[in-house]
């Protein structure tokens, strides 16, 4: 292993993104829906039937923060799931690429996803939402909602690690689904009945919005520390969840 | 990899996750707590503080809607009595509210009122916070639904209403110019009734009139249609209640099985054949004495209007009302009306207390007052006349969040100066009013303009720059104000914020400011949403700011035009002047020359507002550094 030397490294690391990117591309039921899915209910929720421009811009976040989700669950879960049962995991790990270069494709690959249905989004927003934000907080909000997928990346892992193939996009859509509503993704939180505003903090979807959110001074005020604390302790949690879950799969 | 280092991973590993476990538990908790309360219209400030609709009444006389009871403590909690005890422990987080000496009454319940205008503040003004409508636009009903099962804030009173009325075609009720559907024969009377209620109608008002009382003749419902409507009203669940004006068609109601009577007939005093009736079939009477009183020419206004709580509190509408009368009178119907509520009374019928306001001689608000002080002249205790504004209308129209005060129900409440028990007239010394648990502003109405010297007061009051924590101070602070007032269904939140993520200038040092979110919802005829800071510290008392030029203030936005509102001049409701202004995302210093401002009396300056108008629908702007020159 200590052979390889770092150009090596980079070289595997790229070629292994490359192909994972090629794989999931080439599967339209995991590539449409990711993408589209944001785009059309922005478009239709945000923009279309929604008045005002106020709520084109808290949209644009939240929707955002739903698009981000995505790809970081279903590209762990369904991706680790069915890597798992279709041997290719296995075939991996006994290859001689390191197993960091398995990782890092996945969250390169969320990125892009994520990265492109940002994009699509904020040309939704400005051309048709009439949107305006600073480059500064175009920015920002960007690296917040890209930095914002590891929670999701670490639970979608942990599910793929405790599913299979077949499962996987059931569980995910279960949590996905309702996660992204209980947290205001697509309609504001505080548009929601009081007990489900409160239920709301339950849930890590609802911190990334506001954080994003934050960007935008729409966020309810509560501080932001809390939001990155609670971020980053489920990220501990399922990470070292799903450590224990590779463990056991190296060991068998 | 080691065994030793493997075993010691896992050992460790699940240690780690409870660890983080419970420190994600704690940090859900705690961002919880500090979520921001999102209470209906209500103020919202900082996160360990209750909202208003919590509170605690300690050492107070309690008219629980048919007991009294001596030395309570009255707990509201979340806009709900919590409960009602002589020992109670009171948790030191309420605020709490001084009793003694004073009596507390179950909000007051008119059942006899045909709304009007600003019948729901003016009711509400003087302690009536549930109001039973015998006849009026049909098109409000689901409004009424709505806004009666809410809990949240609201300055008006809840209604029930019969909608339209059932009556003949040219019959009473078609006469106001107000085109209403009629009822010509027996054979409609079901489908008529199934109309009224599709349209929402809670009960059916029928009109079974022909003017002989009044020297007159009108159509009518013949008797075999009254019977087949109400008929069908039984069927269908329908409360019903005719309006009669003489014993003989009183008569005609009760065997035809009507559950109550509108008015007390006024042509003869009631007959063992009635009171038999009445008995028999368990009716009430809506006495509307008051009313009667006012036919009978003798309305005795100069008593009400004598009392210094009344005086204040009389909107100019309500003054007019009760200052007018009815074209002629008839002098004789007072003391039948009296004479029979007083059989009626002696044999058990259930009395109901209702003032047929706005009727010349009556008022929104001050009628039930009256008729409660005709009740006590027709025989009534007052104890017995306050039953039958509170506990007894609610069983009769099934109202079971309200008319008493007990654990559980809607904190409707009227607290009174003295005992009202020993002394109806009592029941307008109110010394507050709250519906849903949150206090009613009661504005005195006739407010003189505070003198100059109060003048220092009012501009360090009104000079915020919020650095202090002070916005949620409901004697001089800022308050939410909304089209809900006038029934909309618009929201915001004030929220006093610190500048955080955007360095960019933020002021010199001060960078603590106003920040107003919300939704423009239509539902009203003026939407509107956004914060109101009060020039005195009373809230609307007018201020003589003849001094003032000029009003200056910080402010950014979701950039559009917002409206600056200020309100002044004498009376209450008078519309307040607009001036718009356009906000950007920056910050920005807004100048208003207030003598350049059209409709502006800054004799009497009261307040100003700064909201997002029917352009908006999800708004956020920021104030800051706001003083008058």
Redesign the interface.
Known sequence: MNTLTVRHQWAIHCQETWSEWLRLIRIPMFALPTLLFPWMFYAFFGVMFGRGAGNAEYLMVSYGAFGVIGPALFGFGVGVASDRQQGLLQLKRVLPMPMSAYFIAKIGICLMFSVLILLGLACIAVLMGGVRLELGQWLLLMLILLIGTLPFCAMGLFIGLHSNSQSAPAIINLLYLPMAFLSGLWIPVFVLPVILQKIAVVFPAYHLAQLALSVIGKHQGQPLSGHVLILLLYTGIFLLLAGLAWRRLRDR | MSYEK?SR??AV?PI??VL??A??VG??Y???N???S??DGAVTTTSDQLPDNSFSINAVRVFDGQQVLENQTVLVRDGLIAAVGQALEIPADLQSIDGAGKTLLPGLIDSHVHLFGTARQDALRFGVTTAIDLFSDQSKLSDYRASREQLGQQNVADIYSAGSLITAPGGHGTQFGIPIPTLSNAADADAFVAARQAEGSDFIKVVYENGSEYDGSIATLDRATLQAVLAAARQRGLLSIVHVSTLEFAKHALQAGADGLAHVFSDLTADQELLDLARQHNAFVIATLAVQASVAGQSQIDRWLALPAVDQQLSQVQRNSLSSAFPNAYPDVIDTALRSVASLHAAGVRILAGSDAPNPGTAHGIGLHQELWWLTRAGLSPQQALRAATADVADVFGLSDRGRIAAGLRADMVLVEGNPLNDIDATVNIAGVWKNGYRIVRTNQLAAPVQTAAAEKYAANLLADFESNDIGDSQSGWQVTTDQMLGGQSEA?L?K?VE??SGNNAGDNANGYL?V?G?IRSGSMFPWAGAITFVAPEPMAPVDASDIKVLRFRARG???DYQLMVFSGGQDNTMPALQQITLGSDWQTHEIDLNKVGGVELKRLKAFAWVAGS??????FDLDEVELQ
């Open positions: 493997k991973g896992l590993t780690l996750l983080l476990i420190a994600l940090a859900i705690f961002m919880l500090s979520a921001p999102a209470n939140v929220e914020r955080e993520l920040h979110s939704q979701q950039p559009g352009g908006h629908s999800e708004f956020v």
